[in-house]
């Protein structure tokens, strides 16, 4: 493997090898975070057949450093904060909440793109498999566990390209299993680990849930994809 992914469709597909044994899971379904992890999840759902959906997070990002996480927010309404981030820059609660305002308004608009009035796939009893492009911080992956756990899945994996070991192992105390290809000590931002990091779009994102709802139809699988 070359040190760097060239796209988030290669490391999709060379993630789902790692994914392998869960090929013959007949509760399987696979979650991409959007928009950049959507891309990555639906590789991992095309070679394992299984239904693809989304789970919306939006990371709360330091004013002037949006890369870097304070928190993120769900659409279940569930907030998660980097205490370590807030403290060591002394970010003020006003400044939080600020943020946050604004990505709800984001991750209310993104709802009603992605999925319309379709709802969520039921995750109840399933094994599940939470996808993103990478992780930094956490706040956002651990964001989306929280807001996947009031749904009672039967099993969450995490799986993802690249993240570095100190959240591999806090993201590990919160399911049942963590894939990730790539653990550098020296993580830095996501986009450091791909030769193309470009921003999926909007449109992307529902081509790509459109194009696996479209496979998963033959074998009567329902869809929250927006035809």
Request: proline share 5%; hydrophobic share 40%; charged share 25%.
């Amino acid at each position: 493997m070359s040190i760097k992914f060239r796209t988030r469709t290669e490391a999709g597909k060379l993630l789902a090898r790692e994914l392998t044994a869960y090929a013959d899971c007949k509760d399987l379904l696979v979650l991409g975070l959007p928009r950049g992890g959507v891309p990555v999840a639906y590789e991992v759902a095309k070679a394992l057949d299984a239904p693809l959906d989304i789970c919306i997070v939006r990371k709360i990002g330091v004013p002037g450093h949006q890369e870097l996480a304070m928190g993120a927010i769900t659409s279940g309404g569930i907030r998660v904060l980097n205490s370590d981030v807030i403290n060591s820059l002394a970010i003020t609660s006003q400044t939080i909440n600020q943020v946050a305002a604004d990505e709800w308004q984001e991750l209310q608009r993104r709802d009603r793109v992605y999925r319309g009035d379709r709802p969520p796939l039921n995750v109840k009893n399933r094994t599940v498999i939470l996808v993103d492009d990478g992780i930094a911080t956490g706040s956002t992956m651990l964001a989306a566990i929280a807001l996947l756990k009031q749904q009672e899945p039967h099993r969450i994996v995490v799986a993802v390209p690249v993240a570095p070991p100190d959240t591999c192992e806090k993201i590990s105390e919160k399911v049942d299993e963590v894939v990730c290809l790539k653990m550098p000590e020296q993580m830095y931002a996501v986009g450091v680990w791909y030769e193309d990091f470009s921003q999926t779009t909007d449109e992307e994102v529902r081509y790509f849930m459109s194009k696996q709802s479209q496979l998963m139809a033959a074998l009567g699988e329902p869809s929250a994809a927006n035809s």
